[in-house]
């Protein structure tokens, strides 16, 4: 059997997708079941856009309930509080610099599932994410970019 990928999410990541979870499960099933029931009401399934728009919207909220409780099912943690601050790892907050005379932007290391760059959460497995982790405080990396690599110092970790 294939081993499940986990999924990096901190308690705070976590209650969102509970929370989303619980919307699709009660409110949003709901919903698709009403408009089902409408469209059904109103005769003729094979020339009915309004039923056939409610069974995709049905087949995408079950899709999204079964992401989402693989989602809760496979979540590891992220424990900020236990995280060496010497080194950056998932979790951390970190300071980076763009050089050589860029501004200073802080970010986040969280998983995939969780990342939001315009809240200044960014993945691990994304070209910045991936490049910083296992770097200390003071240290220059190299990130590739389409237009050519930018070096970013890392000015804290938090």
Do not use: C, W
Not at 106 to 117: F, L, M, N, Q
């Amino acid at each position: 059997m294939a081993q499940k990928k986990e999924v990096l999410l901190t308690e705070e990541g976590l209650a969102k997708v509970k929370e989303e979870l619980e919307t699709f499960r009660t409110k949003r099933r709901q919903e698709v079941a009403e408009r089902l029931k409408e469209a059904i009401a109103q005769g003729d399934l094979s020339e009915n856009a309004e039923y056939d728009a409610a069974k995709e919207e049905q087949a995408f909220v079950e899709s999204r309930i079964v992401t989402l409780e693989n989602m809760v099912r496979n979540a590891k943690i992220i424990d900020q509080d236990t995280q060496n601050k010497h080194f950056i790892s998932v979790g951390a907050k970190v300071t980076i610099k763009e050089m050589p005379d860029g501004e200073e932007e802080t970010y986040t290391i969280v998983g995939s599932a969780e990342s939001d760059p315009l809240s200044g959460k960014i993945s691990n497995e994304s070209p910045i994410g991936a490049e910083l982790i296992g770097k200390r405080e003071g240290e220059i990396v190299e990130v590739p970019a389409p237009a050519g690599p930018i070096q970013f110092k890392i000015v804290s970790i938090n």
